[in-house]
């Protein structure tokens, strides 16, 4: 049952790298035990941006592969029904919020998350992160004369706040949009 567990939360994990004009996404991941709570996706939205998301549940094993599944479903849903949605500062909530709810509904210590969407518009130039309380993102950007790089720094970290998802009645999340040209 582990086995088969592990394996079907590998369909959870894209490949590696992802890579679209202006930016490229590497991943890493190699769960704790058997099953683990680490997963990140990505979907284009109806409005054409690409929404990236991470996520990892708090613990270990089948508990915190629950929680990933959960969490998967839920923000896969809200992707398929994006054509909906007209704001995407407002969508990038929704989903927070609906995860939210649906981890605190759980009622268990085991169903919460760290959790972060990106979403990189193209179009624009601008790159929006929301985060409850996940590691905070490392941008490297590929002009090493970007005005947000200091003498001799290669990367840029995004420090945002926030509360787990699933651990309270209110959910607050650190959000900013960020120039990607």
Not at 10 to 34: D, K, Q, Y
Not at 156 to 163: P, T
């Amino acid at each position: 049952e582990l086995d088969a567990a592990a394996k079907v939360q590998a369909t959870f994990i894209p490949p590696e790298t992802l890579e679209e004009v202006g930016f490229r996404i590497r991943s890493f991941s190699t769960p704790a035990s058997e099953c683990g709570g680490d997963w990140w996706g990505s979907s284009v939205g109806a409005d054409g941006a690409r929404y990236v998301f991470i996520g990892d549940a708090i613990g270990h094993g089948i508990p915190a592969a629950l929680v990933t599944a959960v969490s998967f479903a839920v923000s896969e849903t809200l992707m398929m029904d994006s054509n909906n949605r007209t704001s995407e500062q407002d969508f990038s909530r929704l989903i927070m919020e609906r995860l939210n709810a649906v981890l605190e509904r759980l009622r268990s210590d085991f169903a919460q998350m760290t959790f972060q969407i990106v979403r990189i518009d193209h179009k624009a130039g601008t790159m929006q992160v929301m985060s409850a309380a996940h590691t905070f993102p490392v941008i490297f950007p590929g002009n090493p004369g970007d005005e947000r790089l200091k003498p001799g720094q290669k990367s840029v970290s995004v420090m945002l706040r926030g509360n787990f998802l699933g651990s309270g009645d209110l959910l607050q999340a650190g959000s900013t949009k960020i120039n990607i040209r």
